[in-house]
Nanobody, 123 residues
Framework: QVQLVESGGGLAQEGDSLRLSCVVTGGTFDKYGLGWFRQAPGKEREFVAAIAVRHGITGYAESVKGRFIVSRDNTKNSVYLQMNSLRTQDMAVYYC????????????????WGQGTQVTVAS
């Protein structure tokens, strides 16, 4: 029932910025914690960032801390991932996901997933 659609991926140069967006439909947006995950070829899907339902509580993977910012707009049913100082190591398919939990960093606790958006970082 709940659907998530990511957008904003593309080609970036190392050091550039990119902003990903995810629109959530079919559910009560402000009841979900939201997360961003990524998966590079041949690697496991990994946690990137998450944001709680309220109060602006966020969490980040150590690899992106200080460079990425996750935010949400409950009036627009959207969650965003601002990616700054991109590195080649950030190249992956990025997925947004929704959990019935207030906040979570583990993929197995997420209930709904988008199809992903490709982020390519050139060196």
């Amino acid at each position: 029932q709940v659907q998530l659609v990511e957008s904003g991926g593309g080609l970036a140069q190392e050091g550039d910025s990119l902003r990903l967006s995810c629109v959530v439909t079919g559910g009560t947006f402000d009841k979900y914690g939201l997360g961003w995950f990524r998966q590079a070829p041949g690697k496991e899907r990994e946690f990137v960032a998450a944001i709680a339902v309220r109060h602006g509580i966020t969490g980040y993977a150590e690899s992106v801390k200080g460079r990425f910012i996750v935010s949400r707009d409950n009036t627009k049913n959207s969650v965003y991932l601002q990616m700054n100082s991109l590195r080649t190591q950030d190249m992956a398919v990025y997925y947004c996901a929704a959990t019935r939990e207030t906040y979570d960093r583990y993929s197995y606790n997420y209930d709904y997933w988008g199809q992903g958006t490709q982020v390519t970082v050139a060196s």
